[in-house]
């Protein structure tokens, strides 16, 4: 090994429980003497932590490591690209450093050092991924904001015909309950007021080791760390929002009431072809709302599934009006090989998806702002995230999560923190935003 050990940079690319995945390799990596640096320009060695979920998501990886190698930089991809594409990446991109999957992550201290001890490409990819959870390093923070993702559990054990991320990322594993609430008690020493759990259904959380689900019983422990405010719980699965779990959530005062469930349509035929539960969406909704008053919901739908017909999507439209979501995402149906639905018949035309899209947006859009515009004059608890000058500050109510959701602008004349939590009084409102005072 050289006496001074490279300089490392990470570019994390797709979804949250990527962004866990990256900061846990450069904890890894700071851990193993590596300089870590946010500037991939002042690096020697660049890691890009890819996604591969959908076609656009291939693209956005592909447009990151092409300039990259391009400048001479030694790059190596890791994540879902180089686990989907394993040979056929290296063959087309020869000039990468190295290549790590989503099984292997946990390896990237050796896999650098390989990588600088060799002129040879290094190959690190299972082509079976099995997660492993990291224990025994401290996670590098590259991201923003109050918040922090607390990856709970990794991989999925369901087979919706449209997903690829059963063969990218192995079958469900969840982590420990202490080890999570250790994770969460350091994080809240070192900042952090708000903790979102994630996984890629973190309704199923803890059945694999504890033999029945236990989300209930880790928002139980969590509520009783002291260092954090606020708990946020993201993609839950429908069949499985049971009644315990949401009285969980309606008792507990540190979780906030907000229910992100991804329906991904509402006509049965179309769950059915989707291998998705076909059960009454609207009655789970309405059952949330019952429990929870005042929660806020976000679902995402998907549009042009493999044939999906203009009644299935009239459907779709109806059940968005008449159940007004508060927080709503669409994505056009992207066909991926090697998962069931690329064979169905018949696909839809992207012009059509792309209209049938911009339907329901458009449909959200005016929900979004009368739902916003009812929250004038009231007090609602909010979590500030930047204050800036002449007393504007920036933040998030309990309905919005970060990134994906919108924002609040504050005036106050009180002295205000990052993290703070207030009620601001909403003065007025945007289809995604507000406006308020403290």
């Known amino acids: 090994m050289p006496d001074k050990k490279p300089v490392i940079s990470l570019i994390s690319l797709g979804c949250p429980k990527n962004l866990v995945d990256s900061e846990n390799m450069l904890g890894i990596l700071a851990g193993r003497g590596y300089e870590i640096t946010l500037d ?9 932590n890819t996604c591969s979920f959908i076609k656009d998501a291939e693209k956005e990886s592909v447009r990151t490591i092409l300039p990259l190698i391009e400048s001479g930089k030694k790059v190596v991809i890791s994540g879902c690209l180089a686990q989907k594409y394993q040979k056929e990446l290296q063959e087309a991109i020869p000039e990468a450093a ?36 990291v224990y025994n390093s401290k996670r590098f923070h590259i991201s923003a904001g109050v918040g922090s993702y607390i990856k709970i559990a990794e991989g999925c054990d369901y087979s919706c015909a449209f997903c690829v991320i059963p063969s990218l990322r192995g079958k469900y594993t969840s982590r420990n309950i202490g080890l999570i609430a250790k994770e969460v008690r350091e994080l809240g020493k070192e900042g952090a007021n708000e903790v979102i759990l994630i996984a890629q ?77 076909a059960i009454d969406n609207g009655q789970i909704i309405e059952k949330i ?24 999507f009239e459907h779709l439209y109806n059940f968005t009006e008449k159940y007004r979501f508060d927080k709503l995402g669409v994505f056009e ?39 916003n515009e009812s929250l004038t004059g009231r007090e609602v608890a909010c979590i500030v995230e930047t204050v800036g000058s002449k007393n ?26 990052p993290g703070d939590i207030v009620t601001a009084k909403i003065t007025s409102a945007s289809e995604y935003d507000l406006f308020g005072t403290v």
């Open 40 to 48: 991939d320009k002042n690096a020697d060695i660049v890691i890009i």
């Open 98 to 133: 190295g290549f790590v999957g989503t099984g292997d992550f946990q390896k990237v201290g050796e896999i650098i050092d390989n990588i600088v001890n060799s002129r040879e490409t290094v190959f690190d990819v299972s082509k079976n991924p099995e997660y492993r959870h």
């Open 201 to 277: 259904d973190t309704t199923n959380y803890g059945r694999d080791i504890y033999g029945k689900p236990a989300l209930s019983r880790l928002l139980e422990q969590l509520n009783d760390i002291d260092e954090i405010s606020w708990i946020r719980t993201m993609y839950f699965y429908p069949s499985s929002l049971d009644e315990e779990l949401l009285n969980t959530m309606a008792r507990l005062e540190k979780v906030v009431k907000y229910v992100d469930i991804p329906l991904q349509h509402s006509h049965p035929e179309i769950l059915r072809l989707m291998q998705r539960p």
């Open 289 to 312: 709302r019952d429990k929870m008053p005042g929660c806020a919901i976000r679902t995402v739908f998907i549009t042009g599934f493999p044939g999906e017909t203009e009644e299935h």
């Open 333 to 371: 149906y992207s066909r991926e090989k090697n998962t069931p639905s690329y064979i169905l018949k018949p696909q839809i035309p992207a012009r059509v998806k792309k209209m049938r899209k911009k339907q329901i947006m458009q449909l959200q859009q005016g929900i979004s702002r009368k739902i």
């Open 392 to 417: 504007r500050v920036i933040g998030r109510t309990y309905r919005d999560a970060p990134e994906v959701d919108g924002l609040i602008y504050i005036d106050t004349d009180e002295p205000l923190s």
